[in-house]
Structures are given as C-alpha cells and as structure tokens.
C-alpha cells in the first residue's frame, strides 16, 4: 500500500551506518527527511551524499534530521561511504540505511518496478513532528536530487505549519506570502497586522509573517 500525503509516516527499526535505528527514536519530536537511493557506488548517489552531508547544518537549523537509504549491506555502506568522503569533500554525518531485505523501501513503496524491479527510485519523504506525511517526491535514477528546493520546501512547510498563509510560486524565505483563502478579511486584520494587497478576493498578499 502506497504512503501517500497526510498518512502517518511508517515506523521501523533498520540497520544503518550508526547502528541499529528505530526510525521515531531517531525523528525524536522534529522534522525528518527520508530519502532512497537506486545502490551504492553509483555516480549519482555519490554526489547527492555528498550535498546533504554539506547541507547537515542547514538541516540542523531547521530542526530535520536526515536519513538515507539505500538496498545495500552495510559492509556495502561502509566502503562507499569512504568514497564519498573523498570524492565529495564531505563524510556521511547523518545514518544511511542498509535494506538488503527491502523492508523499509516495500513499506514506503519505493520500488517502482515499472521503473526497476529490484533498485529503489530517488524518493524524498519530508515528515512533521506528528509523524505525518508532508511531502512526496520521486525522481528516475538518472536524475539527481535538488537538495536546496528540499530546504526551500520545509521553510514552507514549516512557515504554513504555524500561520494562516500559502506559499506561492517559487517562493524562498522572506518573500511575500498568500493569505489562505479560508481567512476572512475580517479575521486577517487580525492575523496580519502588516496588511495585504487584495489582487482578486481570493488572491490577497501579505509579507511574510514571522519576519
Ligand atoms: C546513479 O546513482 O548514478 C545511478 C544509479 C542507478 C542507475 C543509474 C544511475
């Protein structure tokens, strides 16, 4: 069965690069981001490991504890792992997983097998702090992650979390927002005590509330 958006994020326990693993455990009461890769010592993965153990601060800051995965053993995971290091100028600072009997990628339908039968697609899950699904990406194996709109999504994610607002196309921190229409402009005095530009009823922009 598919995890689709809105669905409690499956829990599991795994065997990663830093040990055994119980997937809530290790969310704690943040945010999450699990990600799959095709296998190890393939091009692509190298690079996309290697971009987010850069982007581990960034990460940080943002309360999201990252996870990859990929069908591998772990003996697999250690080998490449120096390869990223030295190819990428950035160790694995965060697990990656060793689904050698493909639980974790079944139970998060990541084998797609229109796609591959047995290689996991490139899927990103980002997971809220009540363990629900927010967002679904797949990619093909050729095509590698842009981790940066990931960051840009849970900016969004996290902002819309805690007010009454929408983030229109291409967005980025500190750009202007939408007001939801479900806000009356009479609850939006309130709400946003910056004001808005009414460009339809429906289409009222206000600066981003938390800045
Ligand atoms: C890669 O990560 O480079 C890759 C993995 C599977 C198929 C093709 C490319």
Redesign the pocket.
């Known amino acids: 069965m598919a995890v689709r958006l809105g669905d409690e994020a499956p829990n599991f326990t795994a065997e990663t690069t830093e040990g055994p693993i119980n997937f809530y455990d290790y969310l704690g009461d943040g945010w999450g981001v699990l990600f799959s890769?095709?296998?190890d010592f393939?091009?692509?993965?190298?690079t996309?490991l290697g971009r987010v153990a850069a982007l581990k601060p960034e990460f940080d800051k943002r309360n999201v504890k990252v996870i990859g995965l990929s069908v591998d053993p772990i003996d697999s995971h250690e080998g490449w792992a120096g390869d990223i290091a030295e190819t990428q100028g950035h160790a694995l600072n965060f697990p990656l997983i060793a689904d050698s009997d493909r639980k974790v990628s079944d139970l998060y339908d990541m084998i797609h097998p229109n796609a591959n039968d047995t290689?996991t697609v490139r899927s990103v899950f980002i997971i809220g702090p009540d363990k629900k699904v927010k967002l679904i990406i797949t990619y093909p194996?050729?095509t590698?992650r842009n981790f940066d709109e990931i960051l840009r999504v849970i900016d969004s994610l996290q902002l819309t979390a805690n007010y009454s607002v929408a983030t229109p196309a291409d967005w980025k921190e500190g750009d202007d927002v939408i007001i939801v229409p479900a806000v009356s402009d009479e609850d939006a005095k309130k709400k946003f005590p910056k004001g808005w530009k009414a460009l339809k009823p429906y289409l009222r922009i206000t600066p981003q509330p938390d800045k």
């Open positions: 890769h095709p296998k393939t091009p692509v993965c190298t996309e290689l194996a050729s590698g």
